[in-house]
C-alpha cells in the first residue's frame, strides 16, 4: 500500500513542480488570468497573479517558487480624516494547508447572490489581496498528500501517519526544502509581495491559523503595516498538541452546560455530561460498534473516529446545536453522526500542514506532556491518539532547527482587534486574551455562542472588523454582540 502510494505520489510531485525557474533573486509579481471557472462578472473586479520567489532566500542555488495571488477590487474605496484611502488587505487562510485564492470566484458569486451580506467584509472600503501561502493551494509547489486522511485531531490512524511520512519523503526526493514552508518565511513573502506589488502600507485580516502568520509578520516584517484584525486566532505561543484534549473536552462542557440550564434541553437530555463521559470510557478500552438507528451497518468505529467528531463539531456553528442530539445516538449505538465525521478528513494541503508543524509547533511540545494534560478526563483521552501520531510524523521530517522566537508572545504597538468565540475547541478565549496582553492599546470581542471563524457567522463581528480597518483608534461597537448567558438554540 505505501509502495504504490509513493509511486504514485511521486508522479505527482513531477507534475507539480515541473523545471525550477532560473534564479533571480528579486520577487516578482506577475498578473495572470483568473481561473476560467470563476463567474464572469469576477473579471471586472479581480486582478490575479503571481508572485515568484526564492524557495530558500540567500542560496545562489535554490529554485524559484510561485506564489497564488488574487485582488479584489474596492467597490467604494473608504477615505480617512486626512483624506487619503485606506490601504489594502492582506488576508491570511487558515489550516496551516488552507487556501485562498481558487475560493475567491465562489465568495464573490456569493455576495453577487446575496447582496445583504455583502456590506461587511467583502472589498468595499479598501482592496482585499488573497494569496496561497506558500506550498498549497494554487502555487507551485502544492505539497497535497493524496489518500493521507489528517484532521485537527492529527492522523486517524498509524496507516494515515505512514502515508503522511512517505509523502513528506517524497517532496524533499523531489527537491522541495521542507524547512522553508512555515510562518517566518511566509512573513518574508509578505514583505516581498510588498515590493513587487508597490505597496507602501498594509492592513492584515487572518482567521484561525491565519493569525499566527499574521504575528510572523508583526515579529519579522512589520514595515508598514497599519492595522491588524485576527478572528479566532493562534498565538505563536499556543500548543498545538498538548492542552488541545483539554480544549476539547471544554468546548464539550461549555456546550453541554448551556443545554442543562435550559429546562427543554435538559428533561431531553438528563444527566448528559455524566453518561457521555462513560461512554468515552468504552471508545478508549476498543472500537464501537454501530448497532442502532435506520442507518446501522454493523461496522466499527475507532476512538481516533470519535476525535475527528468531537473537534469537527465544536468547531461548527451548526455542529454545537445538534450536540446533545448526537451524544444521545452516539450513547445508544447509533454511530451515524461519528460515520458522518469520518467520510472527508483530506481537507488540508497536508504537506504544508505537516512543514508548519514539525518546524513552529511540535517542537516546543512532547508526547508525555500531552497525555499528562489529558489524564483522568475520559473526554480529553479521546483525543490523545491520533495526535500523537503528529509527533510520530515529525521524527522522521527534516525541517532544521526550530527558534525559539516562533513560540514566544508577540509583543507591538501595532493596533490589533482580537474577535473570538466563546465556543472553541482549537483558538479558546484564554488563548485570545493572553495574547493580547503583548498588543499594546489592542482591542478584545468575545462573541458569546459563537464558534470558530466568528466573523462569517456574526454580523455584529464583521462590521466591527471592518469599522476597526476604517479607524483603529477608536473602540469598536460591541453592543450589538449577544449579551453573556444568552441561551444557545439546540437542534435535534
Not at 463567474?39 to 535554490?62: F, I, K, M, S, Y
Not at 514595515?223 to 485576527?230: E, F, K, S
Request: hydrophobic fraction near 40%.
Amino acid at each position: 500500500m505505501i509502495r504504490l502510494f509513493v509511486a504514485l505520489a511521486a508522479a505527482a510531485f513531477g507534475l507539480a513542480l515541473g523545471a525550477p525557474a532560473a534564479h533571480a533573486g528579486a520577487p516578482v509579481y506577475t498578473v495572470k488570468a483568473c481561473p476560467a471557472n470563476w463567474p464572469a462578472q469576477t473579471a471586472r473586479v479581480v486582478e490575479c497573479g503571481t508572485l515568484t520567489v526564492d524557495e530558500t532566500r540567500g542560496d545562489p542555488n535554490t529554485r524559484r517558487i510561485d506564489i497564488a495571488v488574487a485582488t479584489v477590487k474596492s467597490s467604494d474605496p473608504w477615505h480617512d480624516a486626512s483624506g487619503r484611502t485606506l490601504p489594502p488587505v492582506v488576508v491570511f487562510h487558515g489550516g496551516p494547508g488552507g487556501a485562498l485564492v481558487q475560493g475567491v470566484g465562489r465568495r464573490l458569486a456569493f455576495y453577487a447572490a446575496n447582496p445583504d451580506r455583502a456590506g461587511s467584509l467583502a472589498a468595499v472600503d479598501q482592496d482585499w489581496i488573497y494569496f496561497d501561502q506558500r506550498g498549497g493551494g494554487l502555487d507551485n509547489p502544492s505539497m497535497d498528500c493524496p489518500g493521507a486522511q489528517l484532521t485537527d485531531a492529527g492522523p486517524p490512524s498509524k496507516e494515515d501517519a505512514d502515508k503522511l511520512i512517505a509523502c513528506m519523503k517524497g517532496w524533499a526526493d523531489a527537491g522541495v526544502n521542507l524547512s522553508q514552508y512555515n510562518a517566518a518565511v511566509i512573513a518574508a513573502d509578505v514583505a516581498d509581495l510588498k515590493t513587487a506589488m508597490k505597496l507602501d502600507r498594509i492592513d492584515l485580516f487572518g482567521g484561525s491559523y491565519g493569525p499566527r502568520i499574521e504575528a510572523a509578520v508583526i515579529t519579522h516584517a512589520p514595515q508598514g503595516v497599519r492595522a491588524v484584525v485576527m478572528d479566532s486566532p493562534w498565538p505563536p505561543e499556543g500548543n498545538w498538541a498538548v492542552h488541545t484534549p483539554e480544549q476539547v473536552s471544554t468546548a464539550v462542557k461549555i456546550i453541554l452546560a448551556k443545554c442543562a440550564a435550559q429546562t427543554d434541553c435538559n428533561a431531553r437530555h438528563p444527566d448528559l455530561q455524566t453518561r457521555f463521559e462513560a461512554n468515552a470510557r468504552l471508545w478508549l478500552a476498543g472500537p464501537q460498534t454501530w448497532t442502532n438507528g435506520p442507518g446501522k451497518d454493523g461496522k466499527s468505529y475507532t476512538v481516533e473516529d470519535l476525535a475527528s467528531f468531537l473537534m469537527d463539531t465544536t468547531y461548527s456553528g451548526s455542529g454545537v446545536r445538534s450536540l446533545p442530539s448526537d451524544l444521545e445516538k452516539i450513547i445508544a449505538g447509533d454511530l451515524s453522526p461519528v460515520a458522518g465525521a469520518a467520510e472527508s478528513r483530506t481537507y488540508y494541503t497536508e504537506g504544508q500542514h505537516m512543514a508548519h508543524l514539525c518546524k513552529e509547533e511540535l517542537p516546543f511540545e512532547s508526547k508525555e506532556r500531552l497525555a499528562a494534560g489529558a489524564a483522568g478526563d475520559p473526554v480529553a483521552e479521546v483525543s490523545v491518539p491520533s495526535l500523537s501520531r503528529l509527533f510520530d510524523v515529525c521524527a522522521t521530517v527534516d525541517v532544521g532547527p526550530a527558534d525559539p522566537v516562533e513560540n514566544a508572545p508577540v509583543h507591538t504597538t501595532i493596533p490589533t482587534l482580537f474577535i473570538a468565540a466563546e465556543i472553541d475547541p482549537g483558538c479558546p478565549p484564554p488563548l485570545t486574551r493572553k495574547a493580547a496582553e503583548g498588543y499594546k492599546g489592542s482591542q478584545v470581542m468575545i462573541v458569546t455562542n459563537a464558534t470558530h471563524g466568528v466573523t462569517g457567522g456574526s454580523p455584529c463581528a464583521a462590521r466591527a472588523a471592518r469599522d476597526f480597518l476604517r479607524d483603529p483608534t477608536r473602540p469598536v461597537d460591541q453592543s450589538c454582540l449577544p449579551a453573556a448567558g444568552t441561551p444557545l438554540v439546540f437542534t435535534e
